[in-house]
């Protein structure tokens, strides 16, 4: 069983001409070794059909799937407006789909995803991407199965204007979802932490209605909030802190454990939009993360994906970051892939981007996380 990758990167003017060098780069490192599987990280300030063109200008009809962020991540680091490509070679098949009504309908999606991997029994995961500001990931991973296993990402973009996309082969968009259905010997492991820990800081949720967290404690969100940090409450509906607040989410109590939903922005009226539904009445915790939390939970997050692994040998990760880490660690930019290369290995090639949520195998059904680190390690 053999299984190798390459990663490639590049800048542009353009979509395409960055798609088209960055997957350049990529197949020079792969060699005389024919891939079998991409993915795309793109800048979501490029057209998603230039990313897309460019890359198969090169690759042809090759299966890949790709997401918008507003960086991409290699072993060398981060990269804002730039495409980075991975490219997978060997005992790995994959089948690519594009389901446009993801926004419309998460359960619909989930059910159309049941539909398509029970027409071949050989597909033994599922690899996608979807919409993280149109949708609700939590109702399709809800009615997702968990007999086989299922992970992705949530593609992120500009906060204030909600321009994300997905990649699915040559067809592309918003508001959809981009799935791969991957089979063969090769092993993939998955692991996921989060450097979030409460401060003693309670509140009660009162009021919320779908994805808007609209009071705390009886009040505005932004009033509670402005109560913790000293910041007046309308300064929270305007730029820096209406989307810093990404770096505060609220930890809600679900048994034993706490679930973090983060909120995307502060609207004009002082609620929180998120990207996940808080019911009434729960108590939630206030989160503060740090640099330090953050490496132990990147480290943490690839020692899980290893383990799952077995005897396998690593031969690429695929890292998905939720964009509050871009925020918290802007003064070392990039810090959480170099706490993965301290596990993996200088060796290991790494593609991953800044997300608004990640979707983790489970037992049950996968979970949605926000504010996580997920590494997916695949092995030969």
């Known amino acids: 069983m053999t299984l190798i990758s390459a990663v490639g990167q590049a800048q542009a003017l353009d979509g395409r001409e960055a798609g088209l060098q960055a997957v350049h780069h990529a197949l020079n490192r792969l060699g005389s070794a024919t891939p079998s599987f991409g993915i795309v990280i793109a800048s979501h300030q490029y057209q998603p059909r230039e990313v897309a063109a460019g890359v198969t200008s090169l690759t042809g009809e090759m299966p890949m799937i790709g997401f918008s962020a507003p960086a991409g991540l290699t072993n060398e680091g981060i990269h804002p407006h730039s495409v980075v490509v991975a490219l997978l070679s060997g005992d790995l098949r994959a089948d690519v789909h594009w389901l446009p009504g993801y926004a419309q309908s998460g359960r619909e999606t989930a059910n159309r995803i049941v539909q398509l991997a029970s027409n071949d029994p050989a597909n033994h995961s599922l690899l996608f991407f979807a919409d993280g500001f149109n949708g609700d990931a939590e109702q399709l991973c809800n009615t997702l199965p968990s007999k086989s296993l299922m992970m992705g990402g949530l593609s992120s ?77 309308r300064d929270w509906a305007f730029p820096p802190l209406n989307y810093l607040a990404r770096l505060y989410p609220i930890g809600v109590e679900q048994g034993e454990q706490l ?52 005897d396998a040998k690593p031969a690429f990760a695929l890292v998905l970051v939720d964009l509050a880490w871009q925020m918290l660690l802007k003064s070392t930019p990039g810090a959480e892939i170099a706490d993965v290369q301290d596990i993996l290995g200088p060796d290991v090639p790494i593609a991953g981007g800044y997300t608004l949520g990640q979707i983790a195998p489970s037992k049950i059904n996968p979970h949605f996380l926000n504010q996580h680190m997920m590494v997916v390690v695949f092995g030969e």
């Open 157 to 233: 973009g500009d906060l204030n204007t909600g321009i994300n996309y997905q990649i699915a082969g040559s067809q592309a968009g918003t508001g959809g979802l981009a799935a791969a259905f991957l089979r063969g010997p090769a092993k993939i492991g998955v692991g996921y932490a989060h450097g979030w820990d409460p401060i003693g800081t309670q509140f009660r949720v009162t009021r919320s209605r779908g994805f808007w967290l609209r009071t705390l404690d009886g009040r505005p969100a932004s009033e509670t909030y402005a109560q913790v940090f000293g910041y007046p409450a």
């Open 259 to 310: 679930i973090v939903r983060s909120p995307l922005r502060v609207e004009a009226d002082g609620s929180f939009r998120l990207n996940a539904t808080v019911r009434d009445g729960l108590d939630a915790f206030l989160l503060v993360g740090s640099r330090t939390g953050c490496q132990n939970a990147a480290q943490k997050a690839t020692q899980q994906a290893l383990l799952q692994l077995g």
